[in-house]
């Protein structure tokens, strides 16, 4: 079993800050991705920012210069810091990870609960 637990999601005025965090424990032998999706009502799920196991990220257009994701892999831990934030950048935002399991089975993914981001204006 692996499971993913958010936490930092809240209320903050635009052009404020929030730190997400993201820890994934369970049966795990390696963590190959680990991400942010977020999805506002009435639309569908989106990319926010992804970070391989060696460092390398992907971030939406929208989020690029103003979200940072970063990782601790001794801690299985992943964190997007979110900077000047929006009223667009309300949503519900989702931990994602594509992660081993130890013991037989392939690599599947894997998501969190959700965190609400609210952002006003």
């Known amino acids: 079993q692996v499971q993913l637990v958010e936490s930092g999601g809240g209320l903050v005025q635009a052009g404020g800050s929030l730190r997400l965090s993201c820890a994934a424990s369970g049966s795990i032998f390696s963590i190959r991705i680990m991400g942010w999706y977020r999805q506002a009502p009435g639309t569908e799920r989106e990319l926010v920012a992804l970070?391989?196991?060696?460092?390398?990220?992907n971030y939406a257009n929208s989020v690029k210069d103003r979200f940072t994701i970063s990782r601790d892999n001794a801690k299985n831990l992943v964190y997007l810091q979110m900077d000047s934030l929006k009223p667009e950048d309300t949503a519900v935002y989702y931990c994602?990870?594509?992660?081993?399991?130890?013991?037989?089975?392939?690599?599947?993914?894997?998501w969190g609960q959700g965190t609400q981001v609210t952002v006003s204006s």
């Open positions: 994602y990870s594509n992660i081993v399991p130890r013991g037989p089975g392939a690599a599947a993914d894997y």
């Open positions: 970070i391989r196991s060696g460092g390398t990220t």
